[in-house]
C-alpha cells in the first residue's frame, strides 16, 4: 500500500502545479488580451507625435518608469498618462491616482487602495499615487506580440507631467474613426490592426491548448500504466493466496478506483475552480475530455482479465 499511496500523493501534487501553470502563468493571459480587444470596441491602435484631441487617447512615456510599493519592491514598466475624459472610466484619473494591469499588481502585491511612488527624472521627488483600479486584462494595451511582461500603468496627471515627460501619443480608434483619422491626413508613427493581432493571438492560444492536450494525455497515461502495474502486483498476491476470481476482481477494482479514480475527481475538482475563477469554461472541458480519455484507457485493463484466464 506505502508504494501506490506515494503514487496517489505525487499525482496530485503534480495535477495541482501542472494545472496551476499551464492555466494561470501560460493560457489565461493571452485568452484575457484576446477577451479584452473583442470587448473594448476599437479596432485600430495609432502612434503619433501630434495631439488630436477629438480621439480617446493616452500619452505613452519613452522610458519605462519604476514603481516602487510600500515595502520597497520594485518594477519598471510602460507607463501612460491619462489624457482628458475617456471612454474607459480607468483611464479617467485624479493627479494622485494610478490604474495598474494585473501583472503589476501580482509583482507589487497591490490592490485598490494601495499606495505606490514613482519616479520621473523630470522630477527631483518621486510621485506619490493611490491605486483606483486594477485593470481585468493583461497585456500592454496594443502589441501584445512585443509586451511579453504583461506590466503597465495609467497615471493621472498633475498639468506638468504630461507636457515635461517625452513621449507619444496613442489613440484607440474604432473602423469608422479610424477612416476619419486618415481622411483627413493626420500624421501617425506606427499603425495597428487589431484584427491581425486578434488572429496571432488566437492561434497561440490553439497552439498552447494542443501542446497542453498532449502533455496532459501524456502525464496521465504514464501514471496510469505505472500504478496498473503496481496494483496488478498487489492483486496477485490475493490471486495466489487462494482467492475467488469474484473477490480478487472486486479488490482490482477497487484499488484502481482509488488510486486512479480518487486523483482524477481531485483534479477535476480542482480544475473547476481555477476555470470558474477565470471564467473560461472551454479549459474545463478540455480538462474533462482528458480525464474521460485516461479512465477510458485504465477500464481496458480492469476487470480481472488476466485472472480469470488462469482461472
Keep these: 500500500m506505502i508504494p501506490s499511496l506515494a503514487w496517489l500523493f505525487c499525482v496530485l501534487v503534480m495535477g495541482f502545479v501542472f494545472w496551476n501553470i499551464v492555466f494561470l502563468e501560460i493560457i489565461y493571459p493571452l485568452q484575457r488580451e484576446l477577451d479584452y480587444i473583442k470587448e473594448s470596441g476599437y479596432s485600430y491602435v495609432v502612434e503619433s507625435s501630434n495631439d488630436y484631441e477629438e480621439y480617446s487617447h493616452l500619452k505613452k512615456l519613452e522610458n519605462l518608469i519604476t514603481f516602487t510599493n510600500e515595502q520597497g519592491k520594485r518594477s519598471n514598466v510602460n507607463t501612460y498618462i491619462s489624457v482628458g475624459q475617456s471612454s ?14 494585473q501583472k503589476m499588481a501580482d509583482k507589487l502585491d497591490l490592490s485598490i487602495g494601495s499606495k505606490v ?28 506580440l512585443e509586451n511579453q511582461d504583461f ?8 498639468g506638468v507631467l504630461i507636457n515635461r515627460a517625452k513621449g507619444i501619443w496613442i489613440y484607440f480608434l474604432n473602423s469608422q474613426e479610424y477612416e476619419e483619422y486618415y481622411e483627413r491626413g493626420n500624421s501617425y508613427i506606427n499603425r495597428f490592426d487589431l484584427s491581425e493581432e486578434t488572429d496571432d493571438l488566437f492561434m497561440q492560444i490553439i497552439i498552447r491548448y494542443a501542446v497542453m492536450l498532449i502533455l496532459m494525455i501524456s502525464l496521465v497515461t504514464a501514471v496510469a500504466m505505472l500504478m496498473h ?13 487462494g482467492y475467488g476470481i469474484r473477490q480478487v476482481k472486486g479488490i482490482d477494482r477497487r484499488d484502481h478506483f482509488f488510486f486512479y479514480g480518487v ?13 470558474r475563477k477565470a471564467e473560461y469554461p472551454i479549459s474545463f472541458f478540455i480538462c474533462v475530455f482528458v480525464i474521460l480519455v485516461s479512465m477510458l484507457f485504465i477500464t481496458i485493463f ?10
Design 151 to 158: 506590466s503597465y500603468a495609467v497615471v493621472g496627471d498633475d
Design 229 to 241: 502495474k503496481e496494483i496488478n502486483r498487489e492483486v496477485l498476491k490475493y490471486y495466489y493466496d
Design 88 to 101: 474607459w472610466d480607468e483611464w479617467n484619473l485624479q493627479e494622485n491616482e494610478i490604474a495598474i494591469s
Design 117 to 144: 511612488s514613482a519616479y520621473y527624472p523630470i522630477y527631483d521627488q518621486p510621485m506619490e499615487y493611490e491605486v483606483k483600479a486594477v485593470l481585468p486584462y493583461a497585456s500592454d494595451l496594443y502589441n501584445i
Design 302 to 311: 480492469v476487470g480481472g482479465r488476466k485472472y480469470g484466464k488462469a482461472n
Design 263 to 275: 486523483p482524477c475527481v481531485a483534479q477535476i475538482i480542482w480544475m473547476k475552480f481555477l476555470i
